[in-house]
């Protein structure tokens, strides 16, 4: 077994993070739609917990916020002139246009892309595949972009795989790494993945909110990784659970190491799920299911709260698993309740950190949406651009960096200002210079 450590690269939120209520399944982003958001709180607020990790031992890393507004969508949207012409034309003719090239949600880097470590793969190479997110028009926009960021840090193909995403077709819809949780004894050691998928290729849609993930891309994505199918699951996401809000698997489920940590309404068929990733950890690892009952914490609660969009964590010396979870979470009588009991017993999971992420968690996205993680030996942390790995050194200086450049308030009607996509331009670059990413720009 080689010595690997997990990465947790989280989004840094871009200048432009507004409440455009652009995504439907999500019931934080349309509650919250059309509010006055504070991009500089957001941005400070997502660094804190990567410094929370940082100061923890944790390796963290960083991928940079997206060029926005999209010009390239305001083209193709048949506005023409210069930048400011185009802004004003969208703002005055097709508004909801305007906010879906502003969107900031390439924060919520849980859905760039699926990774499998080179401990699970057949070449030995650490893979990605970024997620099309061809279901919202918002985030169908971002994979071109997150391909080139994941191409500058994960350079050289002796250590890393970056592939193209799935076609951007409704039977191909993939969400990335929202619906994959990887398990393992050690984060070094050959592991088990779980895709878990809302619908299967041609289905028609049945429920309240559409089912994002397909079948056939999770399958797609396990082939281009080259996983072996003995260690391989796949898993229907329960169609309660999607209409309930839970947009991605991971509003009710996360997992690490050995531990599955899980809402009782998460699977379709729980009895088979668990069977059959016992089935695939057989010689390599005991699962070790944590399921809450539905009559200790209601469906809804998990949501609200996001109990489980947390970062479950191997902390250096630290027996047991730490949950990092939202504010709402301990704000919520039950979820509240139920850590307490969590971090009473004798389970896998001893200790509950709540942080403040409240920016995006009004628009949908907790602690886990905000990091994509990756398993990285030595070899492969040194073969990647050291730029995208922080210390608080950096950290400080990317905060100083977001206090001097980020408005502090920020409503839909000030997307129609030309020159705020300018402000946007100006700090992104700023940013992409602390990361040396100048190709980026």
């Known amino acids: 077994m080689t010595d690997a450590f997990e990465v947790n690269f989280d989004g840094l939120i871009g200048p432009s993070h507004n409440y455009g209520g652009l995504s439907d399944g999500n019931l934080a982003s349309a509650r919250n739609a059309g509010d006055v958001s504070n991009p500089r709180e957001a941005a400070v607020q997502g660094l804190e917990k990567m410094r929370k990790l940082v100061r923890a031992g944790l390796v963290q890393g960083i991928l940079p916020p997206l060029a926005r507004p999209n010009f390239d969508l305001l083209a193709s949207a048949g506005f023409g002139g210069s930048d400011a012409q185009m802004i004003e034309a969208a703002a005055a003719t097709a508004p909801r246009l305007l906010k879906v090239a502003y969107s900031a949600s390439s924060m919520w880097t849980a859905n760039a892309a699926t990774v499998s470590p080179s401990a699970d793969t057949a070449d030995g190479r650490l893979h990605f595949t970024p997620a099309n997110l061809s279901a919202m028009l918002h985030r169908s926009l971002e994979h071109p972009d997150t391909t080139a960021s994941l191409v500058s840090i994960f350079a050289g193909e002796d250590h890393f795989a970056v592939h193209s995403a799935l076609p951007a077709h409704s039977d191909f819809a993939d969400e990335g790494a929202a619906n994959h949780v990887r398990l393992c004894a050690e984060h070094g050691a050959p592991g088990a993945e779980l ?92 699962l070790s299911p944590v399921m809450v009952p539905d009559a200790d914490v209601p469906l809804a609660d998990a949501i609200s709260s996001y109990l489980f969009n947390s970062q479950l ?9 730490v949950l990092v979870a939202p504010g709402e979470t301990q704000e919520t009588k039950s979820t509240r309740a139920f850590c307490e009991r969590l971090v009473q017993s004798n389970g896998p999971i001893g200790r509950v950190e709540f942080v403040d992420v409240r920016q995006s968690m009004r628009n949908g996205g907790g602690p886990a949406c905000l990091r994509l993680r990756v398993v990285m030996t030595e070899d492969e942390l040194a073969a990647c651009h050291q730029g995208a790995l922080l210390d608080e050194e950096q950290i ?46």
Do not use: K, W
Not at 313 to 321: S, T
Not at 415 to 427: G, I, K, T
């Open 195 to 286: 895709f878990v998928y809302g619908r299967e290729s041609g289905d028609q849609v049945t429920g309240a909110f559409p089912a994002r993930q397909t079948l056939l891309a999770a399958q797609s994505v396990a082939r281009a990784h080259m996983l072996d199918p003995a260690r391989t699951v796949f898993a229907r996401q329960s169609r309660r659970a999607i209409d309930a809000g839970a947009f991605h698997n991971d509003v009710v489920c996360v997992g690490a190491l050995g531990t599955l940590f899980f809402h009782e309404f998460a699977f379709e068929d729980m009895v088979a799920t668990l069977a059959a990733l016992r089935a695939a950890a057989s010689g390599r690892f005991e």
């Open 313 to 321: 964590l191997q902390v250096p010396g630290e027996d047991r698993l």
């Open 396 to 441: 400080d200086e990317l905060q100083a960096c977001v206090r001097a450049t980020y408005r502090d308030r920020l409503s839909p009607a000030d997307l129609a200002d030309p020159a705020f996509a300018e402000e946007c331009r100006l700090a992104r670059e700023a940013l992409l210079d602390i990361l040396e990413l100048g190709d980026l720009a």
